[in-house]
């Protein structure tokens, strides 16, 4: 039985939906052809949303959706076979997917690309190419790309080191959400004593970001000389103890 394409609309409103009869339309839609909803039924997979979680379902259809020529499937292709996600983790190929995604515009292959290419994961090292895809990306409002771009001017790499070019793209890392750029807003802020405004980005870093992340910034703020930011360590480690 074929199925009429849904529209931008109504694929939205199948989302926002409940969670079982959007993963049950998708997996409909998908088996008819459509890249878009093979993209999507495969995130449902990954994640267990209103399906059992199966990463190897979800790799086959990130696949398919990939084939078609769609370059965010292409960048989920790459990001299984990165972290080994329903795959054997294979940085090299990988690579290779983040590039077709990045040489597509798409935002998260560039920037899953250039942080291949900034460690040498997979793909020679190379920082400078790296940077101009991170450049790329961010100009597409990619705040995850606006913080690597903050990094490589604090560290110095491919370009001097520049402390206040690295706070104003952290600062519009924060204002994008991305929870590494809320904290390292946040230490340029503290770096030039306003506190309130420290206070305000390392907690929404503390809210945005995973567990991991928060018992690691725990730690950078227990190193500190400030009470203040002590007690702030004191109160992630105790909120991410609480009983659920």
Known sequence: MSHSPLTVEE?????AGDPAGAAAALFDAARGGDAHAALHYGQCLLDGRGVARDPQGAFRW????????????????????????????????????????????????????ATALSLGRGVAQDRARALVLFRRAA????????????????????????LDVAAYHYARAAEGGDFRGCFNHARMEIAHGRMDSAQRWLAEAARLGHA????????????REEA???RFAAQILSTDMAPA
């Not at 054997?88 to 899953?112: M, Q």
């Not at 100009?139 to 520049?162: L, R």
Request: proline residues 3%; contains cysteine.
């Open 11 to 15: 694929w939205q409103a199948v989302l």
């Open 62 to 113: 990130f696949v398919q959706a990939a084939q078609s020529g769609l370059a965010p499937a292409m960048n989920m292709v790459g990001r299984c076979l990165d972290q080994g996600w329903g795959v054997d983790e294979t940085p090299r190929l990988a690579a290779s997917w983040f590039a077709a995604a990045a040489d597509k515009g798409d935002a998260w292959g560039l920037y899953n690309y």
């Open 139 to 162: 100009a597409m409002g990619h705040a995850k790309s606006q913080n690597m771009i903050g990094s490589f001017h604090e560290d110095g790499w491919a370009v001097p080191v520049n």
């Open 212 to 223: 991991r992340f928060r018992r690691q910034m725990a730690q950078w703020l227990n190193g």
């Open 228 to 230: 203040w930011l002590r």
